[in-house]
């Protein structure tokens, strides 16, 4: 099934979440079943700049958040795209002035101990890195409830026990309805 963007269906529909929730999985098969383009913005950051963790490690996170608000600028006025986006991405209120008109934007969610068994090593994930902590559930429970009101004004589909299949098809069918 083919949506088009602006005529019946959303110019883009925006990803976002933790990490390990499945954004960049789910948004792949997502943007295939709606016919819409489908972009990552880290991995157009890491084209462009190198590795995430090498970019928090060298310039700092604030650095890396400038980059996010320089691609985001770069969807002003593009349709047609299913967009992953970093999890603290649509936290950044440039990056949503950017992204979120005309978007359906979803926000993924999974469990803390789901989310740990999804992205394995910490060491690849600066932020989580970066804490010094021995612990990272801690450090994602604190980032979780400090991110809660704002991933909180989307709409909410759960990855738990789902294939990344499963939560597609929920999220077009609330692009149906």
Known sequence: MAFEAG??????????????????????????????????????????AGPVAKIFEEFGEEHFRELERSVAAEFTGRTGLVISTGGRMMLDQACVACLEPGAFVVCLTAG???IIERIGETANRPLLASSGSSRPQDLMHKLLAERAEAYGRYTPV????????QVAAEIVSLLEH
Do not use: C, H
């Open 158 to 165: 759960d990855t738990e026990g789902r294939s990344p299949q």
């Open 112 to 114: 803390v101990e789901t």
């Open 7 to 48: 005529n019946g269906g959303p110019d883009n529909v925006v990803l976002t979440g933790f990490m390990g929730t499945g954004k960049t999985t789910v948004g792949r098969i997502l943007a295939e079943q709606l016919g819409y383009e489908f972009v990552d913005t880290d991995e157009m950051i890491e084209s462009r």
